[in-house]
């Protein structure tokens, strides 16, 4: 059968441990479905409530002078773990109801960006609480932190959300694949990290890199088959918040190139998943953009929007 990336979005996990766990057990029925039909899976997932509640409560520690300042980076690798503990718990004991025999692992993740991308120059990426105006003034002033103001809301922290060149645990996911284990990695896009010096030694960074651009250079260097990103909706759209809205079924790279000249995608949402879908396929290889609940259907072409190559 195929080897699948399956890439959720951290939203759609839920923004509290209780929410999550339902929200898994669904997740989980999904998955261990395609394991039956015979598919290697390897699971990536995104973090954004989630790391954003983990850097808050961090930040109000630090601030009461009752915990050491937490890098970003850290918090994201805290992330991984928890988000990791829960699926793999769900996804075991569905595999256990389904007897299906296979191990279950997260993989603390980290993934290489160029530390001259462009976007540390020109940070975009709200995280973590917003601010009234001298809050967010001392936070400038004591940690340098870059903020953006979000009319109605107040003032957010941004990052950069810089291009993934390499993932540094790729052999390790790819070894546990083979050896017929269901992997969870990548999460939240993964850990940051640049090389600081000439010795290429690694060393964390706050930024946030794009959970599906991610998943889709995975998929490239684990040779997946497939990149199945899920989402809240059944399929892409053309003029989505039109009551005239197209559903698309299957469109080539060319087609969707067009597409992307003309706006049709919305920059904060379908856009980049559209980007990596782009990144990933070739005349071998294709992407699905499909809701959690129609991925079955979506890999029969039941459902769900195909990316191909052409």
Not at 164 to 173: G, L, M, S
Not at 178 to 199: R, S
Request: proline share 4%; net charge neutral.
């Amino acid at each position: 059968m195929s080897k699948i990336v399956v890439a959720l979005g951290g939203n759609a996990l839920g923004d509290n441990p209780e929410i999550q766990m339902d929200n898994l057990e669904k997740a989980s029925k999904i998955i261990v479905k395609l394991i039956k039909e015979g598919h290697d899976i390897v699971i990536t997932h995104g973090n954004g409530p989630q790391v954003g509640q983990i850097a808050l409560a961090m930040e109000y520690a630090s601030a009461k002078k009752k915990t050491p300042h937490m890098p970003f980076a850290e918090c994201g690798s805290m992330s991984q773990g928890y988000i990791g503990y829960q699926m793999q718990q769900a996804l075991q004991d569905e595999m256990e109801r389904q007897k299906v025999k296979k191990d279950c692992i997260t993989v603390i993740t980290q993934v290489l960006v160029d530390s001259s991308d462009p976007a540390f120059q020109n940070p975009t990426k709200p995280i973590g609480a917003y601010y009234k105006e001298e809050e967010m003034q001392k936070l400038k002033k004591e940690e340098g932190y870059e903020f953006t103001f979000i009319p109605d809301a107040g003032y957010r922290r941004i990052v950069p959300s810089p291009i993934p060149k390499d993932i540094i645990e790729k052999r390790a996911i790819a070894t546990l694949l083979k050896e017929n284990v269901l992997v969870i990695a990548c999460g939240g896009g993964g850990i940051p990290v640049i090389k600081k010096d000439k010795k290429e030694l690694l060393e964390g960074i706050d930024a946030v890199i794009d959970k599906d651009l991610s998943s889709a250079l995975l998929a490239k260097l684990i040779d997946a088959d497939i990149l199945l990103i899920l989402t809240s909706v059944d399929k892409v759209y053309l003029n989505y918040l039109s009551k005239d809205k197209i559903g698309l079924d299957t469109i080539k790279k060319s087609e969707a190139l067009k597409y992307i000249e003309k706006g049709e995608f919305a920059k904060g949402s379908m856009l980049p998943k559209i980007e990596a879908c782009l990144n990933f396929v070739d005349k071998d290889k294709y992407a699905i953009i499909t809701s959690l609940d129609k991925a079955n259907e979506a890999l029969e072409n039941n459902n769900g929007t195909r990316i191909i190559g052409g």
